[in-house]
């Protein structure tokens, strides 16, 4: 702070801003607040019993989801073997957990074979603000609407994957929901965490601030045991899983740190979203470079190796109007060549609309905003799901290929 000393004898009164000076006393009171507001905002927002719902699904989205025409529907309908759905109005709509019957039965091209196992892919940057959570979250919404059974890990003790699932980290969730008591040594499968969601086909696994504890608790475990492998410790930990769920998504945190070590060993695939500015570009390098230097470290000096199903770069929070994303998504291209999906997320107020409720966009009521700015935003969505389900179909034909040949 510039503070200028008045001339000696003069009398003029020096401006100075007023000194908040805050002891870890008020900070404690400050995040005891914080803490409380939190909770009657949710209360707010999800009445009445504070529990988040799954949209209903009308008979136009459910023929999209099944990719047949409504007519196909209406006949299917006839024959009674499906959910019948419920009358509002004149118009039919289906609770989310029949919709997916629906699906099941309608794509069942689509559904993991008895013999593969689940697909497990984890979302990662170590930018924050890139649209990792959102991505995540959306993608399992997208997945589960698509059929498949979807298990979220939270890896990331901020907690924003499982805020958006409806459950508050700070003040609902303990270590046995979380994967700690995995990284602590105190159980070797994941599968203790494991509770339902909201979502009808989504499982989750929350995170919350005392996931943080894992930062230090796998190299103590390493240091006490050099045989130990720190980077496998979910990797094994998800053994059960895979076989329950069709599909794993992990959101992690904004660091190359211990535990999203952890999730890119676990993973067959990775989606890096990316959203085209300057800085973003650069650290998305800093990014790859660690990572093969960690691997290198960790693996290959071992003779071991990993390979990844895919590897995709998911423009994300795109501005079309801005020239310099534009010259930057050309960069992005140019580096990640393949790599990058065929579709780009466009900065919406829709999506900032449905963060600032606690969801995402397949959450959003039809009609709650704009509805060209929200189907542009929802189709990019249903696009991403579209491309990333296409390839986990890919790779469980793979599995069965293998398997046969
Ligand atoms: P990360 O997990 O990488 O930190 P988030 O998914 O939490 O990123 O997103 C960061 C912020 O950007 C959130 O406020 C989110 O609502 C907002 N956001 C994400 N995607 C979009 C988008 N397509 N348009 C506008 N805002 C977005
Ligand atoms: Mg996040």
């Given at each position: ?11 003029i009164?020096?401006?100075r801003?007023?000194?908040r000076?805050q002891?870890l ?8 607040r914080?803490?409380a ?18 949209p209903?699904?009308?008979a ?7 990719g047949v025409d ?7 309908l006839?024959?009674?073997d499906l959910?019948?759905?419920t ?11 029949d ?8 794509r069942h ?15 990662a940057?170590?930018k924050?603000?890139?649209?990792k959570?959102?991505?995540a ?6 997945l ?11 890896l ?10 409806g459950v508050?980290?700070?003040a ?5 929901h979380?994967a ?8 070797e499968d994941?599968?203790?965490a ?7 086909g ?5 995170a919350a601030?005392?996931?943080f504890?894992?930062e230090f608790a ?10 130990f492998?720190?980077w ?8 059960q ?27 067959d695939g ?25 691997c ?11 390979t990844f199903?895919f ?11 801005d020239a ?15 790599k990058?999906?065929p579709?780009?997320i ?7 609309t449905?963060?600032a409720e606690f ?15 929200f ?6 969505f ?24």
């Amino acid at each position: 702070m510039s503070t200028k000393l008045a001339p000696s004898g003069e009398g003029i009164r020096i401006h100075r801003a007023p000194i908040r000076r805050q002891s870890l006393a008020d900070i404690e009171a400050q995040a005891a607040r914080i803490a409380a507001m939190m909770g009657q905002i949710r209360t707010a927002m999800l009445p009445p019993a504070s529990v988040k719902q799954a949209p209903a699904v009308s008979a136009a989205q459910l023929a999209e989801l099944c990719g047949v025409d409504k007519s196909k529907i209406a006949y299917r309908l006839t024959r009674g073997d499906l959910p019948a759905g419920t009358m509002v109005g004149n118009r039919r709509e289906w609770a989310m957990t029949d919709a997916r019957t629906w699906v099941r039965d309608l794509r069942h091209e689509h559904m993991r074979p008895a013999q593969a196992a689940g697909t497990t892919i984890t979302v990662a940057n170590f930018k924050g603000g890139v649209a990792k959570t959102t991505s995540a979250v959306t993608l399992a919404q997208g997945l589960a609407m698509r059929g498949h059974r979807v298990l979220v890990v939270d890896l990331d003790p901020q907690g924003s994957a499982t805020t958006l699932f409806g459950v508050l980290p700070g003040a609902e969730v303990e270590p046995e929901h979380t994967a700690m008591l995995l990284f602590s040594g105190e159980e070797e499968d994941l599968s203790y965490a494991i509770r339902p969601s909201y979502w009808p086909g989504i499982d989750l696994i929350c995170a919350a601030p005392l996931l943080f504890g894992a930062e230090f608790a796998l190299p103590a475990r390493q240091t006490r045991d050099p045989g130990f492998e720190f980077w496998r410790c979910l990797d094994r930990g998800l053994d059960q899983a895979r076989m329950d769920y069709d599909v794993i998504l992990i959101d992690t945190p904004p660091a190359l740190s211990y535990v999203t070590i952890n999730a890119l060993m676990a993973a067959d695939g990775v989606i890096m979203p990316l959203p085209p500015s300057a800085l973003d570009f650069a650290s998305s390098a800093q990014f790859w470079d660690l990572f093969s230097d960690l691997c290198n470290q960790l693996i290959r000096s071992r003779g071991q190796d990993k390979t990844f199903e895919f590897i995709d770069v998911l423009l994300s929070r795109v501005e079309s109007s801005d020239a310099a994303s534009s010259v930057v998504r050309q960069w992005v291209l140019e580096a990640y060549t393949d790599k990058v999906l065929p579709i780009e997320i466009p900065k919406t107020s829709v999506a900032a609309t449905a963060s600032a409720e606690f969801g995402t966009v397949y959450d959003l009521p039809r009609g709650a905003v704009n509805s060209k700015t929200f189907g542009r935003a929802r189709d990019a969505f249903d696009r991403m799901c579209e491309l990333i389900e296409q390839q986990i179909v890919a790779v469980w034909a793979a599995q069965i290929e293998q398997m046969e040949g």
